[in-house]
């Protein structure tokens, strides 16, 4: 779905901000957060629901090593450890295809190489993922409210425009 289709303009951004601004007005501050959260991954699921899983899955051992980060007392090796498998998952979906064309080329395999296809916006919550990483290490970071920290890697309006928020 893009900002500018008729399925956001009509539909999915109204709906959104109907629910959020009555939600709010109520006083279900924490509900509309969670609206917020939801309406972003239904957003990031319209183009693959498969990238979903990919998505989850990142918030939850991001938070988890930010959680981790304000318990431990080797904080750098969680950090590195954070750092280190974000940018492996980055590295896989961004350069697989190009790897695989190339080591198979040099075999002369002449069969099917399979397609890795890019998900939506994985360098902007990879790299928002490891600033909140290394905010959490240098102590900048205070708040650890998951609901929160969902939101700030999902937001729809920001996933897919971009830039890293700081």
């Known amino acids: 779905m893009l900002f500018n289709s008729y399925e956001f303009l009509i539909f999915f951004l109204p709906l959104v ?3 959020f601004f009555r939600l709010g007005r109520y006083g279900y501050y924490k ?3 969670t609206w917020l959260v939801i309406s972003s991954l239904f957003f990031y699921g319209w183009w693959n629901p498969g990238y979903l899983i990919l998505i989850i899955s990142s918030i ?5 090593l930010g959680i981790a980060l304000t ?9 590195i450890l954070g ?3 974000n940018l492996l998952l980055l590295g896989y979906y961004k350069y697989a295809n190009f790897i695989l064309t190339n080591v198979y080329s040099i075999y002369d395999y002449n069969g099917d190489t399979g397609s890795i296809i890019l998900p939506l916006a994985i360098s902007f919550f990879t790299f928002q993922q490891i600033s909140y990483l290394v905010d959490t290490y240098k102590g ?3 708040e650890h409210n998951f609901l929160h920290y969902c939101l700030f890697v999902v937001f729809f309006p920001q ?3 971009g830039p890293i928020v700081h």
């Open 71 to 79: 318990r431990v007392i080797k904080k750098k090796i969680v950090l």
């Open 60 to 64: 939850l051992v991001n938070y988890g």
């Open 31 to 33: 509900a509309s957060i």
């Open 159 to 161: 996933l897919i425009a």
């Open 17 to 19: 901000l109907v629910v």
């Open 83 to 85: 750092i280190t498998i």
């Open 140 to 142: 900048v970071t205070e």
